[in-house]
Nanobody, 118 residues
Framework: QVQLVESGGGLVQAGGSLRLSCAASGRTISRYDMGWYRQAPGKGREFVASVRWSGDTTNYADSVKGRFTISRDNAKNTVYLQMNSLKPEDTAIYYC???????????WGQGTQVTVSS
């Protein structure tokens, strides 16, 4: 079982940047597809970005393309989300996910709050 802990959230002004980190423990992430999702109060959890276990394929929600970058460092067992040009609508709790494509198991972190002021 893999456990995920997000960090790096906080309060920033519109146009600012943050880098979120997701530290995994218990299992190596080398064979997990990793992703970021976010959820605003009263709304469902929405997809933000993902990177395949191989590291050769990334996907982004249209709302964050060109502004966010997902990356992974398997040696550190960590995945990152670099967020630039932040907008108030980016305000949400951001969750890290791990998807084991070999067992079809999916895991979630506890989330980290990102608040963007106008």
């Amino acid at each position: 079982q893999v456990q995920l802990v997000e960090s790096g959230g906080g309060l920033v002004q519109a146009g600012g940047s943050l880098r979120l980190s997701c530290a995994a423990s218990g299992r190596t992430i080398s064979r997990y597809d990793m992703g970021w999702y976010r959820q605003a109060p009263g709304k469902g959890r929405e997809f933000v970005a993902s990177v395949r276990w191989s590291g050769d394929t990334t996907n982004y929600a249209d709302s964050v393309k060109g502004r966010f970058t997902i990356s992974r460092d398997n040696a550190k067992n960590t995945v990152y989300l670099q967020m630039n040009s932040l907008k108030p609508e980016d305000t949400a709790i951001y969750y890290c996910s791990a998807d084991d494509r070999f067992t079809h198991s999916r895991y979630w972190g506890q989330g980290t709050q990102v608040t963007v002021s106008s």
